[in-house]
Structure formats: structure tokens, C-alpha cells
């Protein structure tokens, strides 16, 4: 998105600005206070009294924080837009700051917000100096987005950034609490008010008057010092010579004498700078050029400069007097005027200035005239034209605003702009309406040849892929339904007309039959369909969502139990987002987690916590919207593995909270995981009310979609069992994962499989029934072997090492069931009140045994988690790191972490 330059600046001060030292002195506080806000009715002077602080901030050689400035308006709404501005202010004093931020904005799946946000502090934090961010006009913004998003700044600003706003009414912050913590700075109405020593001064200095102080006081009494009513007023007086008649006369509240004097100075004014008034009154920013095309007229920068020194409320945006606006106030009572003298010409100077900005290439400012103007076939034209830049900078948001101010009639004759209506809907995540605008594009479809009515076709390659494009999105209704046969009947629709050279249609409708196939459970049909859309997008130049379509090929893999597949998926990926560099490398981070994720699997936890902590050393900004759920439930499972089930239960809260829906199916949905962490630590009361809750049965109607969260249900049952539940609850157990096992054989869901067959031989053990418990073993261990799988079974604790040793004394696959069985040797309990399989204290060759979280903190050692990070990854203080550190240093009798490691390996306890 281009960026206006004049926003990003800050307005000099009038050339007689009155110097208010009491006021500058208030705002010297910013620098000491979170948030300064300068909040009173329009014409107070708020943003002449910051500019001026900045002209003199700028002068002081001991000040040294630099000031970025913002102009607002109500355009600025738009999160996304309001972000790319932020950070375009931030940049004119840093380049870099927020770069990733702007790529995260505009790719095609930008991850949550709060994200977004969290990686803007961060840089915010790395600037080297004090930094001070204005936001004039805040008021323009109606936004509980931008609001919220502004709050959570504010709440988490680095010490080095302060922010200033100005605004006519109180923002939606949190004030109260600001106020109470003594981080804000306030200036109110009352405090701007010109003072009977400053009216004087402005009204005799800065407008050339020549009043008594009787006369100073009566205007300034009158006027209550409003700044705007004694600047009206001064402009008034100078052409009335009965000046204190004038003054007894100047009464009324401020409405009032707005519209009074106003029309005073209107009518001062000779006929043509009245209409050049009047006519530029519809634009937000005046320039010489705009404004000649808008007025018809000639020299609008000699006009502009010459209102600017006749005090006539022009403010200069820009030190070269290029870009100017009329203050609110004013330019509010001059549409007022104009509305009412020329209500016929207003849709044309719209229009006149919205041609202007088409040329200049500002396609958002020219679709707002348009659409003010009323010429919807012109804003229509000008929409479907800039859908694509709009998408790709990811501002579906105002595309929608757009699409919503035009009327039902714009959409007529116009099947390409429905389809992309109903496209930007589903973006925003907003299906109603959706059909009806596919409707309107198909019929379309079905026009006689000799049909008197015609399309309006803006773009023919588009309308050429017109129907492509609708059964595209009907495939993603379906999708969105669950509805895997008319996903699957309209994708195939898409790859039948789409042309063999259309790698974006025919990519979308391959990726969306995988998923199809995906939610029905046929794994290896949605592997090979999905992974063909990738490969159509990828010749698309579609490199994001490709990198983000290997954790979907890298899901399906793991599923059907082929985690060497996934790991090599999970490596390609991780190479082509590094080779593609931004915004490509966002996949970057989704890589180290699903690495992370196999390597937990392998038991490697060193290499699980390093890729971790390289997923989080690039960002939730380098991933994909799940990223930051997907980080987190592999936190939580290595938490779980280490033993530490309330830090486990913490990270899956806030998974929770952070999940972000989409098309793929949500097959291992976070209160699964959960529950099964209340299994695991014997909190069965809230694990069988899950279970209730969910509606979980064990006479259900088995389907993919709930498989996990039915192995869950038999962990339950087996665990209740297992502390003194009736019999029944084993019965049932057994009888549903008899029944969970053949449907995930059936469907080549071998991840699935292992799982309930290791789950079968511990029900067959509790029933004391060996023979059966060690067949159902070994066909999980074979199964299971190739693809090196170990916490699959060491998490099943000593009943699963016990029936491991009978395995290996039968000598059943020897190797594998030997480096098990070595593996539980080292390993802690991670079933709550069970007891290892052998004690760690008992082997361990020291005088003093390292405690359970020493050893914890040993094996963390071995990655390059700093002491602070290990703190983060075992939720304890850092105090209590060090702590315990020193105990290892002392037992193991060494003086560093490296010695340390070394002597761990030597004594086998890491």
C-alpha cells in the first residue's frame, strides 16, 4: 500500500505562533510518562500547541529523543492501514523497525494480532534512543480493533517510547489505570484555554490588531479563551470599525459563532478565493495541482500560500509547502456552506478529485471520491481493478468496507466484482452473502449468446476464469461446512474448466481436494492431491503457501504413522523458506516447530528445545497464523515430558486462546491434549467431565474427525479402571479400541494405530492376559520401529517397560525393543504416583544424588538455552535456575555448563 508522505510529517508551527511556556513545560512530562493526551473540543489549538513543543524540542541540544509524527483520519480505522502507518512514521527515524511486521501484514495469512504486535515491541525495544510517537486526530478513527490494539502498546511499551495524542473526545484506552500508576500526562480543555496575557498576545502580535485591554478582556471573557473564536473573531474585526460594538455583539455558544463568523470572513473574501474556499472544502489534504483539477482553476499553490499568511485556518502539512489542510472546524463550516449554495456541483468536484488521484496512482483515495460522489459505475471500476493489490497487501478489511458502500444495483452487470465480493467475505471470515453473490455471478454463466444485456468486464482474464473462480469458492463453503462430497464435487469442477496453464486455480482446487479427502480420513488420497496443489502454486509463484502447506503434508504424514517423511517434508521446507528469504521465511518458524514436535517423539529432547528456541528467536511474525498454538502444544508436550504438568496445562491454555481456525481439520483439537494430561496426573474428575461435555461415548458412530479425541476416552477408561473403577470401564475400553483399530487400519492411519495398540497390550496386561498384551506389542513395535518412534511407549510409564522386557527376552526385534528399554533406564515418571522403573537416585554414581529438577536442568544444558530462557521453558524464576545450578556444579564438581554436560555423559545420567 502507498503511503501518503504528508501524514508522516510534522506540521510547522504558524509563522506568529504565541509561545506558551506553561504549556510547553506540561509537555516536556512525555518523557516521563507512558501516555500524554491532549484531549479538547476542536479549535483549542492542540496540534499548533504540539507542533510548536516539537520545533522547540528540536532546538534543545539536551533533548534527545527523536519525535515521528502521525496525521490521522478516519481512513486510518482500518487496522491493517493503521499499522502500516504506525510503523511508516516509526521508520522515518529507524528503516528497519517493523519490517517484518509490514511483510506479516501483507502476505496472504497474517498470523493473530496480538503476534503482530508483540514483534513490533520488540523492535520498538531494540531502537538505541528515546523515541516519541505523536498521533494527531485521534478522534478521526472509529476502530475497537485499533483501539484495543493501541491499548495493548501502550500497556507494553519499552521504557524508551513514549506516545503523544491529540483527539477532540476521550480514546477507548484504558485511562483509569494509566492514571493510577502515574503513567499518564494529561492537558484538558481548561488547560488550553488562551490565558488574558496570551489573548493579547495573539490577538495584537500574531493578527496585527491593535485592542485595548478592556477589549482584549471582554473577547477573551466572551470566547472563554477558545482559541478558534478569538481567532474568528480577529479575522472579523479587520474589516469593522466599530470594534466595540463588534465585541458586545460576540455572543452565543461555539457553534454558533463558527457558523457567524465564518460567514463574516466568507463574505470578506473576494468571489473567486469565497469559491476556492468553498470548492476545496471536500478534500482532506489540498495541494496546488488537486486542487486545480478539482476547481477548474489555475495557480492553487499561490492561492494555498497566500491563505496560509492570511491566517485564513490553512495548516502546512509539509516544510515545502506542498500539502496543506483547512482546519477542522473551518473546512467543516465550508462544506456546510457549500452543501447548501452548491448541492449540485458537490458529485462533481468527487469525481474531479477522484480522477486526480487515479492518476497519481492512489487508487484508495480515488474510490473514496468516487463512492462520495455518488458515481458507483466509477468506484465499482476502480475496486475490481485494485482487488488483486488490495489481497496482496492484505487489506481485505477495507476492501470489504468498500464492496459494502456500494449499492446492490453496482453489482448488476458486474459477475467478476461479485465473485470478488464474495472472495473478500470469506476472507473476512464472513459467509453470509456469500451464495447470493456466487448467484448473481453465475447467472452470468447461463446468458443466451443473443442476450440484449451485457457484462461489464473490467479485467477479460479475469471474466474468462469467471467460472473457475465460483466453483472455487463453492468448494470452500462446502469445506467450511464439513461438507467433504460438494468440496470434492466442486473442486473437480474448478480442475475441469480452469486452463492447463491456470496454476493458481488449479493449485487452490488440488489443495482444497486434499483437505476434503483429509477430513474424511482417507490420508494417502489427500497426501497426493494436496501435495500436487503445492506444487501448482508453487509454479505460481505462491512460495508462503507452499512452506505453509508442509505442515499440512507434514500432519498427514505423521498421522499415517511415517515420521521419517514428515521430518524430510519439515527439512525441504525449512531450506526453500531460508533460499526464498522474506516474506517466504515466515514458514521459517512453523519448520523448527514441527521438527521440534518429531524430535519430542524421538525422545531427543535437546533437539527438540534447540528448534524451539530457534522458532522462537525468528518470531510468531516468521510463522503462519497457528504458529503460535502450534508452539505452544509442543511446549507443553516436552513440559508434560519433563514432568511438569501444571506448566503443560498453562501452555495448552493459552494454545486455546490463540487457535486460529482454517480449512484444515482440527483432528487433535487442545482439550483432548489436555484431558489427557489430567490423565496423566491422575485428575480424573476433570477428565471424565470433559468426555461428558464433549458428548463422548463409547457406543458412538466412529469417524475420523473425533479419533484422537476417542483414544482419549479409552485412556480414560483405562485409567479409571486402573484406580479402583468398576470392571466395566475396562470392558469398555477394550471394546472400543478394538473397534478404533480397525477403522484406523482400514484407513492407513497408522499413527492412530500404533497408539491403540500399545493401549490394547496395557489393557490385556491389566486383565493379566500376557499372551494377548505382548501380540498387540509387537505389532505396535513393528509398526512403530522403522519410523523411530519412543515416547510413544515411554510414556506409558513401568507397565509398559515391564512388557518391553518380556518382549526382549522372547528376542523379538531385539534392537529396538533394546534402545527402549534404555531409554525408560534414564527417564523420570510422567504418570503421576507411579514410581520409576528404576530409580534415578538408586543409579546415579554420586555421593549426592541430583534431584529430579537438577536433572532437568542438566539435560537443558546441552541446548543453547540461555539461564533466563531455561527459566521460561520449566516455569520457575530464574533465582531458582541459578540456585540449583550451583547444587549441579557442587555434586558433579565442575565450574561450568560444558563441564557439567561432559561429566553427565561420563557418569551416565544425560
Known amino acids: 500500500m502507498p503511503i501518503l508522505a504528508t501524514k508522516l510529517f510534522i506540521p510547522p508551527p504558524p509563522a506568529r505562533v504565541v509561545i506558551r511556556p506553561r504549556l510547553l513545560e506540561r509537555l516536556n512530562e512525555c518523557l516521563t510518562r507512558k501516555l500524554t493526551l491532549i484531549s479538547a473540543p476542536a479549535g483549542f489549538g492542540k496540534t499548533t500547541l504540539v507542533s ?16 515521528v509524527w502521525l496525521s490521522l483520519d478516519e481512513a486510518d480505522s482500518d487496522l491493517t492501514r493503521w499499522l502500516i502507518y504506525v510503523i511508516g512514521a516509526l521508520q522515518t527515524i529507524a528503516p528497519e523497525t517493523g519490517q517484518g511486521v509490514l511483510d506479516a501484514l501483507q502476505s496472504l495469512q497474517p498470523p493473530p494480532i496480538e503476534s503482530i504486535l508483540t514483534a513490533l515491541l520488540n523492535d520498538l525495544t531494540a531502537l538505541p534512543d528515546d523515541c516519541i510517537l505523536i498521533l494527531d486526530d485521534y478522534h478521526a478513527l472509529d476502530s475497537k480493533s485499533v483501539d484495543d490494539a493501541l491499548a495493548f502498546l501502550i500497556e507494553h511499551l519499552p521504557p524508551q517510547m513514549q506516545l503523544v495524542i491529540t483527539t477532540r473526545e476521550d480514546p477507548q484506552l484504558p485511562l483509569p489505570r494509566l492514571r493510577a500508576r502515574g503513567q499518564l500526562n494529561e492537558l484538558r480543555a481548561a488547560d488550553l484555554r488562551f490565558t488574558p496575557s496570551e489573548a493579547a498576545e495573539f490577538l495584537n502580535a500574531a493578527m496585527g490588531l491593535d485592542l485595548s485591554a478592556k477589549e482584549i478582556t471582554a473577547l477573551e471573557n466572551r470566547t472563554e479563551g477558545w482559541v478558534a473564536g478569538l481567532q474568528l473573531a480577529a479575522l472579523s474585526m479587520r474589516g469593522t470599525d466599530d470594534i466595540p460594538g463588534f465585541i458586545r455583539a460576540f455572543a452565543g455558544d461555539h457553534q454558533y459563532i463558527v457558523d457567524y463568523l465564518v460567514a463574516e470572513v466568507l463574505q470578506q473574501q473576494p468571489q473567486p478565493i469565497r469559491s476556492f474556499l468553498l470548492e476545496t472544502s471536500i478534500l482532506d489534504r489540498l495541494s496546488g495541482s488537486l486542487c486545480d483539477a478539482v476547481t477548474g482553476q489555475k495557480e492553487g499553490d499561490k492561492k494555498l500560500q497566500a491563505l496560509e499568511k492570511g491566517n485564513l485556518f490553512v495548516v502546512p502539512l509539509d516544510d515545502k509547502r506542498h500539502w496543506y489542510r483547512y482546519h477542522h472546524l473551518f473546512a467543516q463550516v465550508l462544506y456546510a456552506h457549500l452543501k447548501a449554495e452548491q448541492p449540485n456541483q458537490i458529485p462533481i468536484l468527487h469525481r474531479r478529485a477522484s480522477e486526480w488521484h487515479e492518476h497519481q496512482g492512489l487508487a484508495d483515495m480515488a474510490i473514496r471520491h468516487a463512492l462520495a460522489a455518488g458515481d458507483f459505475e466509477r468506484a465499482a471500476d476502480l475496486i475490481e481493478r485494485a482487488v488483486p493489490e488490495m489481497r496482496r497487501t492484505r487489506q481485505e478489511p477495507a476492501l470489504l ?64 476464469r469467471l467460472s473457475g473462480s465460483v466453483a472455487m469458492y463453492h468448494a470452500g463453503i462446502a469445506l467450511a461446512k464439513n461438507d467433504a462430497a460438494n468440496t470434492i464435487k466442486y473442486a ?28 474424511g480420513g482417507d490420508l494417502e488420497t489427500a497426501y497426493r492431491l494436496f501435495a500436487d496443489g503445492m506444487s501448482w502454486l508453487h509454479k505460481s509463484g505462491f512460495i508462503s503457501d507452499v512452506i505453509g502447506g508442509s505442515v499440512v503434508l507434514s500432519d498427514l504424514r505423521v498421522a499415517q504413522g511415517r515420521l521419517r517423511e514428515a521430518m524430510s517434508i519439515y527439512e525441504r521446507g525449512l531450506e526453500l523458506a531460508t533460499q526464498e528469504g522474506p516474506p517466504a521465511l515466515r514458514g521459517a518458524a512453523d519448520m523448527h516447530v514441527g521438527l521440534s514436535e518429531l524430535y519430542r517423539e524421538r525422545n531427543e529432547l535437546d533437539l527438540a528445545a534447540q528448534h524451539l528456541l530457534k522458532s522462537k528467536e525468528l518470531g510468531e511474525l516468521n510463522g503462519m497464523p497457528k504458529n503460535p498454538y502450534r508452539r505452544r502444544v509442543v511446549m507443553a508436550r516436552i513440559k508434560e515430558t519433563l514432568g511438569d504438568t501444571e506448566g503443560a496445562l498453562v501452555l495448552l491454555d493459552q494454545a486455546e486462546r490463540l487457535y486460529v481456525g482454517d480449512f484444515a481439520p482440527d483432528v487433535r483439537p487442545v482439550s483432548a491434549l489436555r484431558a489427557r494430561v489430567w490423565v496423566a496426573a491422575k485428575r480424573l474428575d476433570q477428565a471424565l467431565t470433559w468426555a461428558r461435555e464433549r458428548g463422548l461415548s463409547v457406543d458412538d458412530e466412529l469417524g475420523y474427525l473425533r479419533e484422537f479425541e476417542h483414544i482419549t476416552l479409552a485412556r480414560i477408561l483405562l485409567s479409571l479402571y486402573q484406580n479402583a473403577g468398576p470392571e466395566k470401564s475396562l470392558r469398555d475400553a477394550i471394546g472400543l479400541m478394538e473397534r478404533l483399530a480397525k477403522a484406523a487400519k482400514e484407513g492407513g492411519r497408522m499413527g492412530s494405530l500404533i497408539e491403540i495398540l500399545a493401549l490394547q497390550a496395557l489393557a490385556r496386561q491389566m486383565q493379566n492376559d500376557i499372551p494377548a498384551a505382548l501380540a498387540s506389542l509387537e505389532r505396535a513395535l513393528t509398526l512403530a520401529g522403522p519410523e523411530g518412534y519412543v515416547r510413544m511407549f515411554l510414556d506409558e510409564g513401568p507397565p509398559m517397560a515391564r512388557l518391553l522386557g518380556e518382549i526382549a527376552a522372547r528376542g523379538v526385534l531385539p534392537e529396538y525393543t533394546a534402545r527402549l528399554l534404555s531409554e525408560f533406564q534414564g527417564t523420570q515418571p510422567t504418570r503421576a504416583g507411579e514410581s520409576p522403573l528404576v530409580t534415578t537416585h538408586a543409579t546415579q554414581p554420586l555421593p549426592e544424588p541430583l534431584s529430579e529438577r537438577e536433572l532437568q536442568i542438566l539435560r537443558l544444558f546441552k541446548t543453547d538455552l540461555s539461564g533466563p530462557e531455561i527459566a521460561e521453558q520449566l516455569v520457575i524464576a530464574l533465582s531458582t535456575v541459578r540456585s540449583h545450578t550451583k547444587n549441579i556444579y557442587s555434586k558433579l564438581s565442575v565450574n561450568n555448563r560444558r563441564a557439567a554436560v561432559q561429566r553427565a555423559v561420563e557418569l551416565g545420567l544425560i
Open 401 to 464: 468496507g468498500w464492496f459494502k458502500a456500494l449499492p446492490d444495483e453496482a453489482f448488476h452487470n458486474r459477475p467478476v466484482l461479485c465473485v470478488h465480493y464474495a472472495g473478500t467475505l470469506m476472507q473476512n471470515g464472513q459467509f453470509e452473502g456469500v451464495e447470493s453473490r456466487l448467484r448473481d455471478a453465475e447467472r452470468w454463466l447461463d446468458m443466451p449468446a443473443d442476450t440484449r444485456e451485457r457484462p461489464i468486464i473490467v479485467d477479460a482474464e479475469d471474466f474468462e
Open 492 to 519: 473437480r469442477q474448478v480442475l475441469e474448466l480452469a486452463r492447463e496453464d491456470d496454476s493458481f486455480l488449479r493449485g487452490a482446487a488440488s489443495g482444497l481436494l486434499g483437505l476434503a479427502f483429509w477430513t
Open 52 to 67: 510548536a513543543w516539537c520545533a522547540a524540542h528540536g532546538k534543545d541540544a539536551a533533548q534527545k529523543a527523536q519525535i
